[in-house]
């Protein structure tokens, strides 16, 4: 790790991935910062092993580039759940995917690229100059660095960079939610199982408070009550095998940041001239999306990015940018944003066959 690089990306994600691959793709000095010893985040470590659709609902890809990319590699060591004629059978281009030979590639691709990967690496605080991020304080496991960027990117899930940096958040709300996953390296399809609350919040253990990811204490009875709940589960027969636990919280929402623009329900169907890619929701199909470029930054600072789930959005629009497709599109935006001006963001996606309107 050296102490200068172009762009320092914090988080190791699907979107912080992508990003790192992004920016280094346009000869930029990349370091990527993560906090466990895995690429992938919630996709990975947090055992979320299905990629939700690459496409509209109505038989057209709309996302390409490194979504496609990254769909094909987590493909590519089995669990494919994808029918290959999904447009004629009126499918969705979605499927299953092997979460731990998925992070071992992502390490593999990365490392091929040349990004500088520093892995139990924690970022701790951020100093401004002005209106920049001047420099990154991490925890690493010889204590305490400091590193220097022209431009951060905040992957981290949580929009730590962007607290950090002052910036307002709106915050999730949690069900208690478990995923353990039933693996056997090749055979069959993983099995993930829930324990509590489904997407809806149908299954939250009655009289329980919700959880916000951005307090403490918060993290700490929602990983701990989760754990009690799997293995009471467990006890009682109600789950029958359990091989792989999550290493992270499986928040949905943590924060999302308050940019230029933010994304909702209201946007389903509008066109934007400075969109940054179209998408179709996971949850609707036929229901189609652009993404405002001013949902990744806030003008307040001026070499900070965002991208994944904590993007500038809210209501329906968070629901429907934070799945693994769609954070990975961001991510590749957000690297391009951390080597070009804004202005020529766009030029460059459609260089790279980004669908930026539907
Ligand atoms: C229960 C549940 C079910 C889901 N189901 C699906 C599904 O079926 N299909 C789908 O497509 N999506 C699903 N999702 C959503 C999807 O998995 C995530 O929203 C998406 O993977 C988020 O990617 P990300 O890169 O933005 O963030 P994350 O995956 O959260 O990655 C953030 C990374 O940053 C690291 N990090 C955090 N803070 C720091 C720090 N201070 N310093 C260094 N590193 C840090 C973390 O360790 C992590 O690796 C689900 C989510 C949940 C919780």
Not at 41 to 70: R, Y
């Amino acid at each position: 790790m050296k102490k200068f690089y172009e762009v320092i990306v914090v988080g190791g994600g699907v979107a912080g991935v992508s990003a790192a691959l992004s920016a280094k793709r346009e000869g930029k000095s990349v370091l990527l910062i993560e906090k466990t010893s895995l690429l992938g985040g919630l996709a990975t470590t947090g055992l979320i092993n299905w990629f939700e659709p690459l496409c509209d609902g109505k038989g057209h890809q709309m996302l390409f580039s490194q979504v496609e990319e990254l769909f094909n590699l987590a493909l590519k060591y089995g669990y494919k759940t994808i029918d290959d004629n999904w447009q004629e059978k009126g499918l969705r281009k979605s499927s299953f995917f092997d979460h731990n030979l998925f992070a071992l590639s992502l390490n593999k691709l990365l490392s091929k690229e040349g990004v500088d990967i520093s892995y139990e690496t924690t970022l701790s605080d951020v100093i401004l100059k002005g209106q920049s991020v001047s420099l990154i304080e991490v925890l690493t496991v010889e204590g305490k660095k400091t590193l220097k960027a022209k431009a951060f990117i905040d992957a981290t899930g949580n929009a730590f960079l962007f607290k950090k940096a002052g910036i307002s958040i709106r915050e999730g709300v949690n069900y208690l939610t478990y995923a353990t996953t039933i693996y056997r390296n090749g055979v069959g399809r993983p099995t993930i199982q829930f324990s509590g609350a489904s997407l809806d919040g149908k299954g939250h253990p009655e009289g329980m408070k919700t959880f916000n990811g951005n307090k403490q204490d918060d993290v700490n009875e929602y990983v701990s009550e989760a754990q009690l709940l799997c293995l009471k589960e467990y006890e009682e027969g109600k789950i029958k095998e359990v091989s792989m636990v999550p290493a992270m919280p499986q928040f949905r929402k943590i924060a999302s940041i308050k940019g230029e623009y933010c994304l909702t329900s209201k946007d389903e169907g509008v066109h934007h001239k400075d969109s940054i890619g179209a998408f179709g929701a996971f949850n609707k199909p036929g229901a189609l999306y652009e993404i405002p470029i001013g949902c990744l930054y806030s003008k307040k600072i001026n070499n900070l990015y965002a991208c994944g789930r904590i993007i500038s959005s809210d209501d329906e629009g968070w629901e429907v940018i934070r799945v693994i497709p769609v954070a990975i599109l961001t991510g590749e935006v957000a690297g391009l944003l951390g080597a070009y001006p804004k202005e020529e963001i766009q030029d460059k996606l459609m260089c790279r066959g980004i669908k930026i309107h539907f």
